[in-house]
């Protein structure tokens, strides 16, 4: 329980894709350690616009966010055809 720990606050993470449509005063994006087919520019944005006044971006390699921001989403609904 948190209540029996002293000088700590509790906290809350969630995916980005699930804080779509909500905003916080202080945001923190961890980034994967290894390029991910599923981390693109539009999932970083979401995540880099969740921040109302501050955001803490953690990256673990080199690069992580080059490939993140390039990768083109690939659609898959069929309504380009």
């Not at 991910?36 to 990256?59: Q, S």
Request: no cysteine; glycine share 4%.
């Amino acid at each position: 329980m948190p209540s029996f720990l002293h000088s700590v606050e509790t906290a809350f993470a969630m995916t980005v894709h699930r804080s779509q449509g909500s905003d916080f005063q202080h945001t923190a994006l961890l980034l994967p350690q290894t390029p991910n087919p599923i981390l693109t520019r539009e999932l970083v944005y979401t995540g880099i616009t969740r921040a109302r006044d501050w955001l803490t971006l953690v990256k673990a390699k080199r690069g992580i966010l080059n490939d993140a921001v390039t990768r083109e989403v690939m659609r898959v609904s069929g309504y380009a055809e």
